[in-house]
């Protein structure tokens, strides 16, 4: 393990944006990270820890140390009809997806294709077409920053809510997670509760599908919807979809009759943030170097050469047109640096 200085993070985040990291280490195991924070200069150092880089936004040079997450490792232990799969926190999530599907071992598969590692998975619950994390997590193991201990988190612990956890609130900067499992099964039951899984699936003549043509077509869906990474920076959805009070939700209704909603719960409505942005005028708008994706507002884009105080701008001006059509305040759901 060896501590770097002044290394660019312009690969290491999918938005692709140019910024540095003061210091930078590669974190191998759990082991590294007990040896890492002997040092008290670095242990109190202002620290960031990366993963995929999937869900950040860099405004500026990061002037601390970046853990950057690559332990590995798993193994499956199978009792009765549960797969019990431990996996490295490093580990790239959607070869972790792969892998379940390969081998049948059911749950994960409409979370294919998301980008990241299996160690931010927990900290934003990630979720699509119909799955979230909590539907499928059993525990995991964190390093404690202050103690040096490792502590195991069960899924109580972790209090799962939409796009959201402890290490996002309470707990935020005190543990980096090194492992998860995650509770999946050997009898495969599809979800196909999303509305585009079923057009697709009737498109192929698939009445029911086997879990490969499953997480196919959830690629293909997302494939056609999202931006890829690799060509065009992007961080999936950058706001969260606001949730409102259903007396909120009935107003609105009653001046924007085809606005996009889902249930969230007694009381509770969840709006679609990309119907409010595309309803001000900003899908597939470019702006500069930065603008949201022509099939999905709520992603925004670098088009090549954005700083990420561009799309940080950008980003506000959108909230501020939102705001000012529906009186709904977009809350980030990208890290911003
Ligand atoms: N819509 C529009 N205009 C748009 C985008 C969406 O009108 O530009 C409306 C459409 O009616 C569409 C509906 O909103 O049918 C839902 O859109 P979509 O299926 O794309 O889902 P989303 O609510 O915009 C969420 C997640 C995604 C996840 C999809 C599918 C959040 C913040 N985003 O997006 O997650 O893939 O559902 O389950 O909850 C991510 O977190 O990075 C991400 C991509």
């Known amino acids: 393990m060896q501590v770097l200085k002044n290394i660019s993070l312009k690969t290491l985040n999918t938005f692709g944006v140019e910024a540095s990291a003061d210091y930078f280490v590669d974190i191998e195991s759990e082991q590294d990270l007990q040896e890492l924070f002997i040092d008290e200069n670095l242990k109190n150092m202002p620290r960031l820890v990366l993963g995929g880089g999937s869900n950040m936004l860099f405004t500026k040079n990061f002037e601390g140390l970046v853990v950057h997450l690559k332990i590995q490792g798993l193994s499956a232990e199978i009792e009765g009809d549960n797969v019990f799969l431990r996996a490295g926190a490093g580990i790239v999530w959607n070869d972790l997806v792969n892998y379940c599907v390969e081998n049948d071992y059911a749950g994960m598969e409409n979370l294919s294709l998301i980008p990241g590692s299996v160690g931010a998975s927990p900290v934003q619950n990630i979720g699509a077409y119909g799955v979230e994390l909590q539907d499928i997590f ?46 999946l099964s050997k009898i495969f039951k599809p979800n196909v509760s999303y509305g585009a899984i079923t057009e697709e699936l009737g498109k192929r003549g698939i009445n029911v599908p086997n879990i490969k043509q499953l997480s196919q ?19 999936g959805s950058f706001f969260k979809n606001p949730i409102i009070a259903e007396s909120t939700f009935n107003k609105l209704k009653s001046q924007f009759a085809d606005i996009v909603h889902f249930p969230a719960g007694e009381g509770y409505v969840k709006v679609s943030a990309g119907w409010l942005i595309e309803q001000c005028d900003w899908k597939g708008k470019v702006v500069g170097n930065t603008g949201t994706w022509k099939n999905q507002a709520l992603v925004l884009v670098n088009h090549g050469h954005a700083t990420g105080d561009e799309i940080f701008q950008f980003s506000s001006s959108i909230i501020d047109s939102v705001n000012s059509k529906f009186g709904i305040l977009l809350e980030r759901e990208v890290n911003i640096i």
Do not use: M, Q, W
Not at 160 to 182: A, P, W
């Open 217 to 235: 077509v959830i690629s293909h869906i997302r494939v056609t919807k999202l931006p890829d990474p690799t060509t065009i920076g992007n961080a």
């Open 138 to 183: 059993h525990s995991c193991r964190a390093f404690e920053i202050s103690t040096g201990k490792i502590r195991v988190f069960t899924k109580e612990d972790c209090a799962f809510s939409y796009r959201d956890s402890v290490f996002k609130s309470s707990l935020k900067g005190l543990y980096i997670i090194t492992e998860v499992t995650f509770k």
